[in-house]
Nanobody
């Protein structure tokens, strides 16, 4: 069982990045998938989530700028991040859950800076 995030990097304020979460070893499409982010000294916070039925939810701080979606490939979930701000800088983690099953990726760094 594995979750692997990709797509992080350095971007200027106002720019865009697309994060991807690739799953292996379990039936990803039946899991709720969330993106969290964390900065040093702070709690990990929920950014966006998508249920197995496709329902989405977002933190107020990213509404209208971020979009979570399931990829055409059944084992992918994406986080499209537009109009990025310096305060979006964090390590972003993919999380999949269903009942008592709970998996985390290793994280990908997103840095928004000029």
């Amino acid at each position: 069982v594995q979750l692997v995030e990709s797509g992080g990097g350095l971007v200027q304020p106002g720019g865009s990045l697309r994060l991807s979460c690739a799953a292996s070893g379990f039936i990803f499409r039946i899991y709720t998938v969330d993106w969290y982010r964390q900065t040093p000294g702070k709690e990990r916070e929920l950014v966006a989530g998508i249920s197995s039925l496709g329902r989405t939810n977002y933190a107020d701080s990213v509404k209208g700028r971020f979009t979570i979606s399931r990829g055409n490939a059944k084992n992918l979930v994406h986080l499209q991040m537009n109009s990025l701000k310096p305060e979006d800088t964090a390590v972003y983690y993919c999380h999949a859950s269903r009942g008592s099953a709970d998996y985390w990726g290793q994280g990908t760094q997103v840095t928004v800076s000029s």
